[in-house]
Each structure stands twice: as structure tokens, then as C-alpha cells.
């Protein structure tokens, strides 16, 4: 062998050597450029420097494996880079969206205006318990002519409650003048007919709403009339006839002796009007009589305010005869 071949051969083996130490000490990974055109976004003019590391097998030869890693010769022409594997994936579903619904108008209950409330029944103006009437030496003045009815209606009623031997035909005599809050409207409509209904009559007198009292005579009913047809026989109902007759005229003056009877009739029944709302009134009353009778004097009965009737004597104050209706007479043809 000649010199300058050995040489060649131990160039070569040390070159050899050092290439396969290198590739020891850098765990067999061979880093090459690669200048890869760029084939994305239509730009082929612009080079890309990619890195690619390629690791051949551990019992792959030196020799092989730098050639493996030195890949082909520049110059040799282009080369298409190998393409990358993509990893297959599962395909994703998507789920279906809805279309959004507007949401529908919450509707908001309208705020309840509070219920009206119901007036308060009316207390009957004439069955109000205060300054009912008023009494003097001798003389008695009404609050206003409708107390004078409303007075008979409470007597009348308070002989029927304490079961008087007319106490039947009595109840005709009386009505409802309102509605009481605690009574019932069908059987206590103002101006009802109470005759022969003496539980009635007996549970409107015993009616105190509002502090007034409900009972007044019955305008449907002439007891002028009936009297004069049927005259009453018991003396108690015929002393508290005494204030009716009265009253019907105002001012007027009572005897000493109507005074007494009417005075006596109301003491027979006073105690049926224990806990009225006019038993003060009532007491008030019979003692102003009482007062005329103790001094024998006549009882002034008159009407605050000058709200007067024309006066009557007692001899005046007698009931009149009832006017016979006319015959009807028959149509002419």
C-alpha cells in the first residue's frame, strides 16, 4: 500500500470517528435545515427554515445512519417535504342549537285596587238617642216633628214586646223605618208589614245600631180609622193613645187628666224599655207628665225650633169619622 493511501484511510477513519462521537454525544439526533420553499398562501418566494429531527434505530450503522440524517445532496434538485401525518380524530358533534325564542312577555298582575268599602248604614236621623227632647216645668219640647211618630212607634212597639191584650192588632201599627246593619233586609225592609208578626216587631224594638232605635209608625195604616171602627177596651193602650192623638197637632196642651193616663200607660211598659236607646227619653217624658199631674196644671207639648203644627185643644183632638169612598159608577157604553 502506498503512503498516500494509508493516509487517505486514516483521514478517513478519524473523520469517521469524530463524526460517530458526535453523534453519541448528541443522543443520536441529527438537526438539519432544511430550506423548504413556502407553499402556503400563494407565496412560493418566500423561504420557511423547518427543523426536523430524525433519529434512525440504534443498530443502524454509523455510516448508514449519517446518511440517513445527511438526507440528499444540495443541489440535487427540489424535493417535496414529506408530509406530516395528521392524527385522525374522532369527529365532533356539534349539538343543535335552537333558534332563540323571544321570551314571552311576563304578564304582571295588575295591583288590586282595594274593594270599595260599604258605607255604614245610615243611623235613622229621627232615632238618634241625643236631645231627643227636652222638658221644663210643666212643658215637654220635641227635637223636630218626625220625633213625635218615631215616639209613638217606640211606645206602640214596647206595648206589643210586654204582650199587651191587644198586642196583635198593635204590631199593624208599627214598621221598620230603615234597615238595621245586624237585621236581616228581607224581614226588616223599611216599611214592612209587622201586623200579627209580634217577634218582629219585638226584634226591631229591641234593636240598638249605632245607638238609635229603628221602629216608627206604619204610614200604610189609618188608626184613625180603625178606631173608630173597633175601639180599643184595654187602658193601658188607650193611655199611650193620649201621646198619638197629641202629637198629631203640635203645639198642643194636655189635661191634667190626659197627662195622668198617658203617664201611667208609659210606667206599664217602662220596663220594657229598660235598655232602649231612648229609655232616658221615655223617663224624661212620664216625669214632665207626672210634674203636670202632682201640680194640676196642663202639659205644654210643643216642637223645638218653631217647627209647629197649628194647635189643638184637647175638646179639638177627637178622630175624625172615616169619609166613605165613592161608588164607582159603571162606564158608559
Known amino acids: 500500500m502506498s503512503i498516500p493511501l494509508a493516509a487517505a484511510v ?14 453519541l454525544e448528541q443522543d443520536g439526533r441529527v438537526v438539519q435545515r432544511l430550506i423548504l420553499g413556502d407553499r402556503t398562501e400563494g407565496r ?5 427554515v423547518a427543523l426536523a429531527a430524525v433519529r434512525p434505530p440504534a443498530d443502524t450503522p454509523a455510516v448508514v445512519a449519517l446518511e440517513a440524517a445527511a438526507g440528499p445532496a444540495i443541489g440535487s434538485g427540489p424535493t417535496d417535504p414529506a408530509p406530516t401525518p395528521t392524527p385522525e380524530t374522532a369527529p365532533v358533534e356539534v349539538p343543535e342549537v335552537e333558534p332563540a325564542v323571544a321570551d314571552a312577555p311576563v304578564e304582571v298582575p295588575a295591583a288590586e285596587e282595594p274593594a270599595a268599602e260599604e258605607p255604614a248604614a245610615m243611623a235613622p236621623a229621627a232615632g238618634l238617642r241625643w236631645g231627643v227632647l227636652s222638658t221644663g216645668p210643666s212643658s215637654i219640647s220635641l227635637r223636630d216633628a218626625d220625633v213625635a211618630d218615631t215616639m209613638s212607634g217606640v211606645l206602640f212597639g214596647a206595648y206589643v214586646a210586654s204582650g199587651g191584650p191587644a198586642a196583635k192588632r198593635v204590631s199593624g201599627w208599627v214598621s221598620v223605618r230603615a234597615t ?8 226588616f225592609a223599611p216599611g214592612a208589614d209587622l201586623r200579627g208578626k209580634v217577634g218582629r216587631v219585638t226584634a226591631i224594638l229591641d234593636c240598638d245600631d249605632l245607638d238609635a ?5 206604619q204610614p200604610r195604616v189609618d188608626i184613625a180609622r180603625g178606631l173608630v ?7 193601658v193602650l188607650e193611655g199611650l193613645l193620649v201621646w198619638w192623638r197629641a202629637v198629631r197637632s203640635l203645639p198642643t196642651v194636655l189635661s191634667a187628666q190626659e197627662a195622668g193616663d198617658l203617664a201611667a200607660s208609659i210606667a206599664a211598659i217602662e220596663e220594657r224599655l229598660a235598655d232602649h236607646p231612648w229609655s232616658g227619653s221615655v223617663a224624661r217624658l212620664r216625669a214632665a207628665l207626672v210634674d203636670g ?6 202639659v205644654l207639648l210643643g216642637i223645638a225650633g218653631g217647627d209647629e203644627l197649628p194647635a189643638q185643644s184637647a175638646s179639638e183632638r177627637v178622630s175624625p169619622e172615616p169619609t166613605p169612598a165613592p161608588r164607582p159608577t159603571a162606564p158608559r157604553s
Do not use: H, K
Open 293 to 298: 199631674v202632682v201640680n194640676d196644671r196642663e
Open 44 to 48: 412560493p418566494d418566500t423561504p420557511a
Open 10 to 23: 486514516i483521514g478517513g477513519a478519524m473523520v469517521l470517528l469524530v463524526v460517530v462521537s458526535m453523534l
Open 213 to 217: 232605635t229603628w221602629v216608627v209608625l
Open 180 to 187: 238595621p246593619p245586624s237585621l236581616d233586609a228581607e224581614q
Open 229 to 235: 171602627r173597633s175601639p180599643v177596651t184595654d187602658p
